[in-house]
């Protein structure tokens, strides 16, 4: 079995759609964010790549759940 490889490493500027799990979907919708990827999450090694996400830290000095399907390096 090949093992995927995140296409991400800390420090990596993405921009991407923020994570808002089902049972907060009614109050909040997804939003486009860029930051610096400070963590990487599940997804790799045995998780489905369609849940995988990144931690971002934006410029508000917040962070963020970033899906990594869709992302992309840079600002945009």
């Known amino acids: ?3 995927a490889h995140c296409p991400y490493e ?3 500027t993405v921009t991407g759609w923020t994570v808002v799990p089902p049972e907060e979907r009614s109050r909040r919708q997804p ?3 860029t930051g610096t990827v400070v963590q990487i999450g599940s997804g790799w090694a045995g998780v489905d790549c369609g849940t995988a ?3 971002l830290r ?3 000095g917040r962070e963020a759940q970033v899906l990594i399907q869709g992302a992309a390096l840079g600002a945009p």
Do not use: F, N, P, Q
């Open 31 to 33: 939003e486009r964010v």
């Open 10 to 12: 800390i420090g990596d």
């Open 1 to 3: 079995m090949t093992r």
């Open 58 to 60: 934006l410029s508000s």
């Open 53 to 55: 996400y990144l931690w």
